[in-house]
């Protein structure tokens, strides 16, 4: 096949990696290059005897220098792109999404899961919110619409690209935050499993919503029936309305952000009208667990990413460690404790040792019911461990 892609040689041994899959080419692996590179470009990668191996974008900044979007050499058109977000959006559908009564909010591109790094679209009834995580990903915006409308038709409302903070690179303003097609009310409402929650696209986190919980809230009401039940590190409300759905006698949800529980409220209003058993508190969550009385039967503890990059490992379990331990320790007997981890940087191995220690310095006996990860919608790339980011437990704690 002959195309005009710049041809990057690596170093003799250094192709392994990518013979296995794995979607990262780490900047010390290469040899050389056919050309000057420039940030975004299409590359395509050879092993030291010049055999292809893979094509992918290529990124100035950071220890990441190639990330691969596909193994078999190929014309990288609109057509190659679509034929990609197809084979996305027909996995969602053998999962029972995207045609589904109940749930009409999902993750459409979970970039490396779907063999596309750099590109995350969730979807939320209609409206599409883009990050772009790569600038290669980014000068490809165009396409991406193109090709949505093509795919969805009027199952598309709206495109947000929503990318000013996970990618910096560009010239002035040419990735702020902003409609790329029918802009819409910031807020939409969507639901999940019949509940409803308003996402704020714009203003709120990630890209509004952590769809990522979905199956975990669901497990949640299980567990609720006739209890108290503590949400920290709450946001808008998620794991609240499932514990009041699954019967819950009173839900407390902590958060620091004002406005993360103003939207909470409003959830709970839109689900349950106006209620006596859920309250909720907008204060820091260590200060709140460090005063909390020892009362609750179920808590929820689904904290921020403690360490967002491999250099902030140690630090990060170190505060997964004293948080876990505070709530294992004031655990009414007989609880139920979920709790989580969303930082790619610690491994399951990692989390599990955390919560292994956490548990002895607290002193109690503990078993674990339920191993968690993030919902179907967000797969897994068996080649590509660190897609799994998202960690959790669900804990008896005696």
Not at 25 to 33: K, N, Q, R
Not at 65 to 81: C, K, L, N, S
Not at 162 to 174: H, Q, R
């Amino acid at each position: 096949m002959t195309n005009n892609y710049t041809k990057i040689i690596l170093k003799p041994g250094k192709e392994r990696s990518l013979q296995r899959f794995h979607p990262w080419v780490f900047s010390g692996a290469i040899e050389a290059v056919t050309k000057e590179l420039t940030d975004g470009e299409i590359v395509e990668i050879f092993d030291s005897e010049k055999k292809y191996i893979a094509t992918g974008h290529y990124q100035e900044e950071g220890s990441i220098t190639v990330r691969i979007f596909t193994f078999e050499q190929a014309i990288i058109d609109d057509d190659f792109w679509k034929n990609k977000i197809q084979k996305a959006i027909n996995l969602r559908k053998t999962i029972g999404l995207l045609d589904n009564n109940t749930t009409n909010t999902f993750r459409l591109v979970h970039g490396e899961g779907d063999l596309m790094p750099g590109l995350i679209i969730d979807y939320y009834d209609g409206n599409a919110v883009i990050q772009f995580h790569s600038y290669g990903m980014f000068l490809l915006k165009d396409s991406f619409v193109k090709v949505l409308r093509e795919l969805l038709g009027d199952q598309l409302k709206s495109i947000y690209n929503k990318s000013e903070s996970t990618l910096t690179k560009g010239e002035s303003n040419e990735n702020e935050n902003g409609y790329l097609l029918n802009e819409k009310t910031s807020e939409i409402i969507v639901k999940e499993y019949d509940n409803q929650f308003i996402v704020d696209i714009q203003g709120g986190q990630k890209t509004g919503f952590f769809i990522d919980q979905r199956e975990n809230r669901k497990l949640l009401e299980k567990y609720c029936a006739g209890k108290k039940v503590l949400n920290v590190f709450g946001y808008t409300g998620g794991f609240s309305v499932s514990a009041l759905k699954g019967g819950a006698s009173m839900v407390h949800s902590v958060d620091s952000s004002q406005k993360a529980i103003d939207l909470c409220n409003k959830n709970i209003a839109l689900n349950f009208g106006t209620i006596e058993n859920h309250a909720s508190f907008a204060t820091d969550a260590f200060d709140f667990l460090e005063n909390m009385d020892s009362d609750y039967d179920v808590i929820v503890l689904d904290p921020p990413a403690f360490a967002k990059h491999l250099h902030l490992r140690e630090k990060g379990l170190k505060g997964y460690r004293n948080i876990n331990n505070k709530v294992i320790h004031k655990i009414k007997k007989g609880g139920i404790l979920f709790t989580f981890s969303c930082s790619q940087a610690i491994s399951n191995e990692d989390f599990r040792t955390m919560v292994f220690t956490a548990a002895a310095q607290a002193k109690r006996k503990v078993k674990i019911l339920h191993q968690l990860s993030q919902g179907p919608d967000h797969p897994i790339n068996i080649y590509h461990p660190e897609s799994e980011y998202l960690k959790g437990l669900v804990l008896y704690i005696d």
